[in-house]
């Protein structure tokens, strides 16, 4: 499985555009070279180097099949977001208080729907529980 971006490469640094710095809007996503047998994704944007551990800054699931790109400040192209950690079920950006921090955006294949509401302590067990495949895509940003 493939995760790109038109906004950044692996390993890249994120533009401000993104970022609590600029105007805070979600990059493009693309996936590709997903298994056949995919009835679903999910997508999570994830730092962990946050200094009380991992902050979740983007949980998805249930995006349609169909949709296998997310526009560049489009939000999600479907499915169900869940409550982050600045409290709301859409993107956030990165803002760390300090130094560089790597953020993780993985998107999951599943194999079926997810029927339960999830959050952001079970989202990862219950969308491995499903996953068919996944693919990382990791950005790089500092505050000046």
């Known amino acids: 499985m493939k995760l ?3 906004s950044f490469v692996h390993d890249g640094l994120i533009p401000p ?4 710095d600029g105007q805070g809007i979600n990059p493009h996503l ?12 999910a ?6 180097d946050a200094p009380l551990g991992e902050f979740i800054h983007w949980m998805i699931y249930n995006i349609p099949v169909k949709f296998t790109q997310i526009g560049k400040g489009a939000g999600s192209p479907g499915g169900l977001e869940v409550n982050n950690h600045f409290g709301r079920g859409e993107y956030g950006g990165p ?5 560089t921090h790597r953020y993780y ?9 997810i029927s339960e509401h999830l959050t952001k302590e ?20 500092s505050r000046k």
């Open 122 to 141: 079970n989202f990862r067990q219950r969308v491995g529980e499903h996953s068919l495949a996944k693919a990382v895509l990791m950005g790089r940003y």
């Open 17 to 20: 555009e993104y970022t609590c």
């Open 30 to 41: 693309r996936w590709s070279e997903y298994p056949q047998e995919t009835r679903f994704f």
């Open 43 to 48: 997508l999570a944007c994830v730092d962990p």
């Open 95 to 99: 803002c760390p208080p300090s130094g």
């Open 105 to 113: 955006f993985t998107v999951y294949a599943l194999d079926r729907e």
């Open 4 to 6: 790109e971006s038109e």
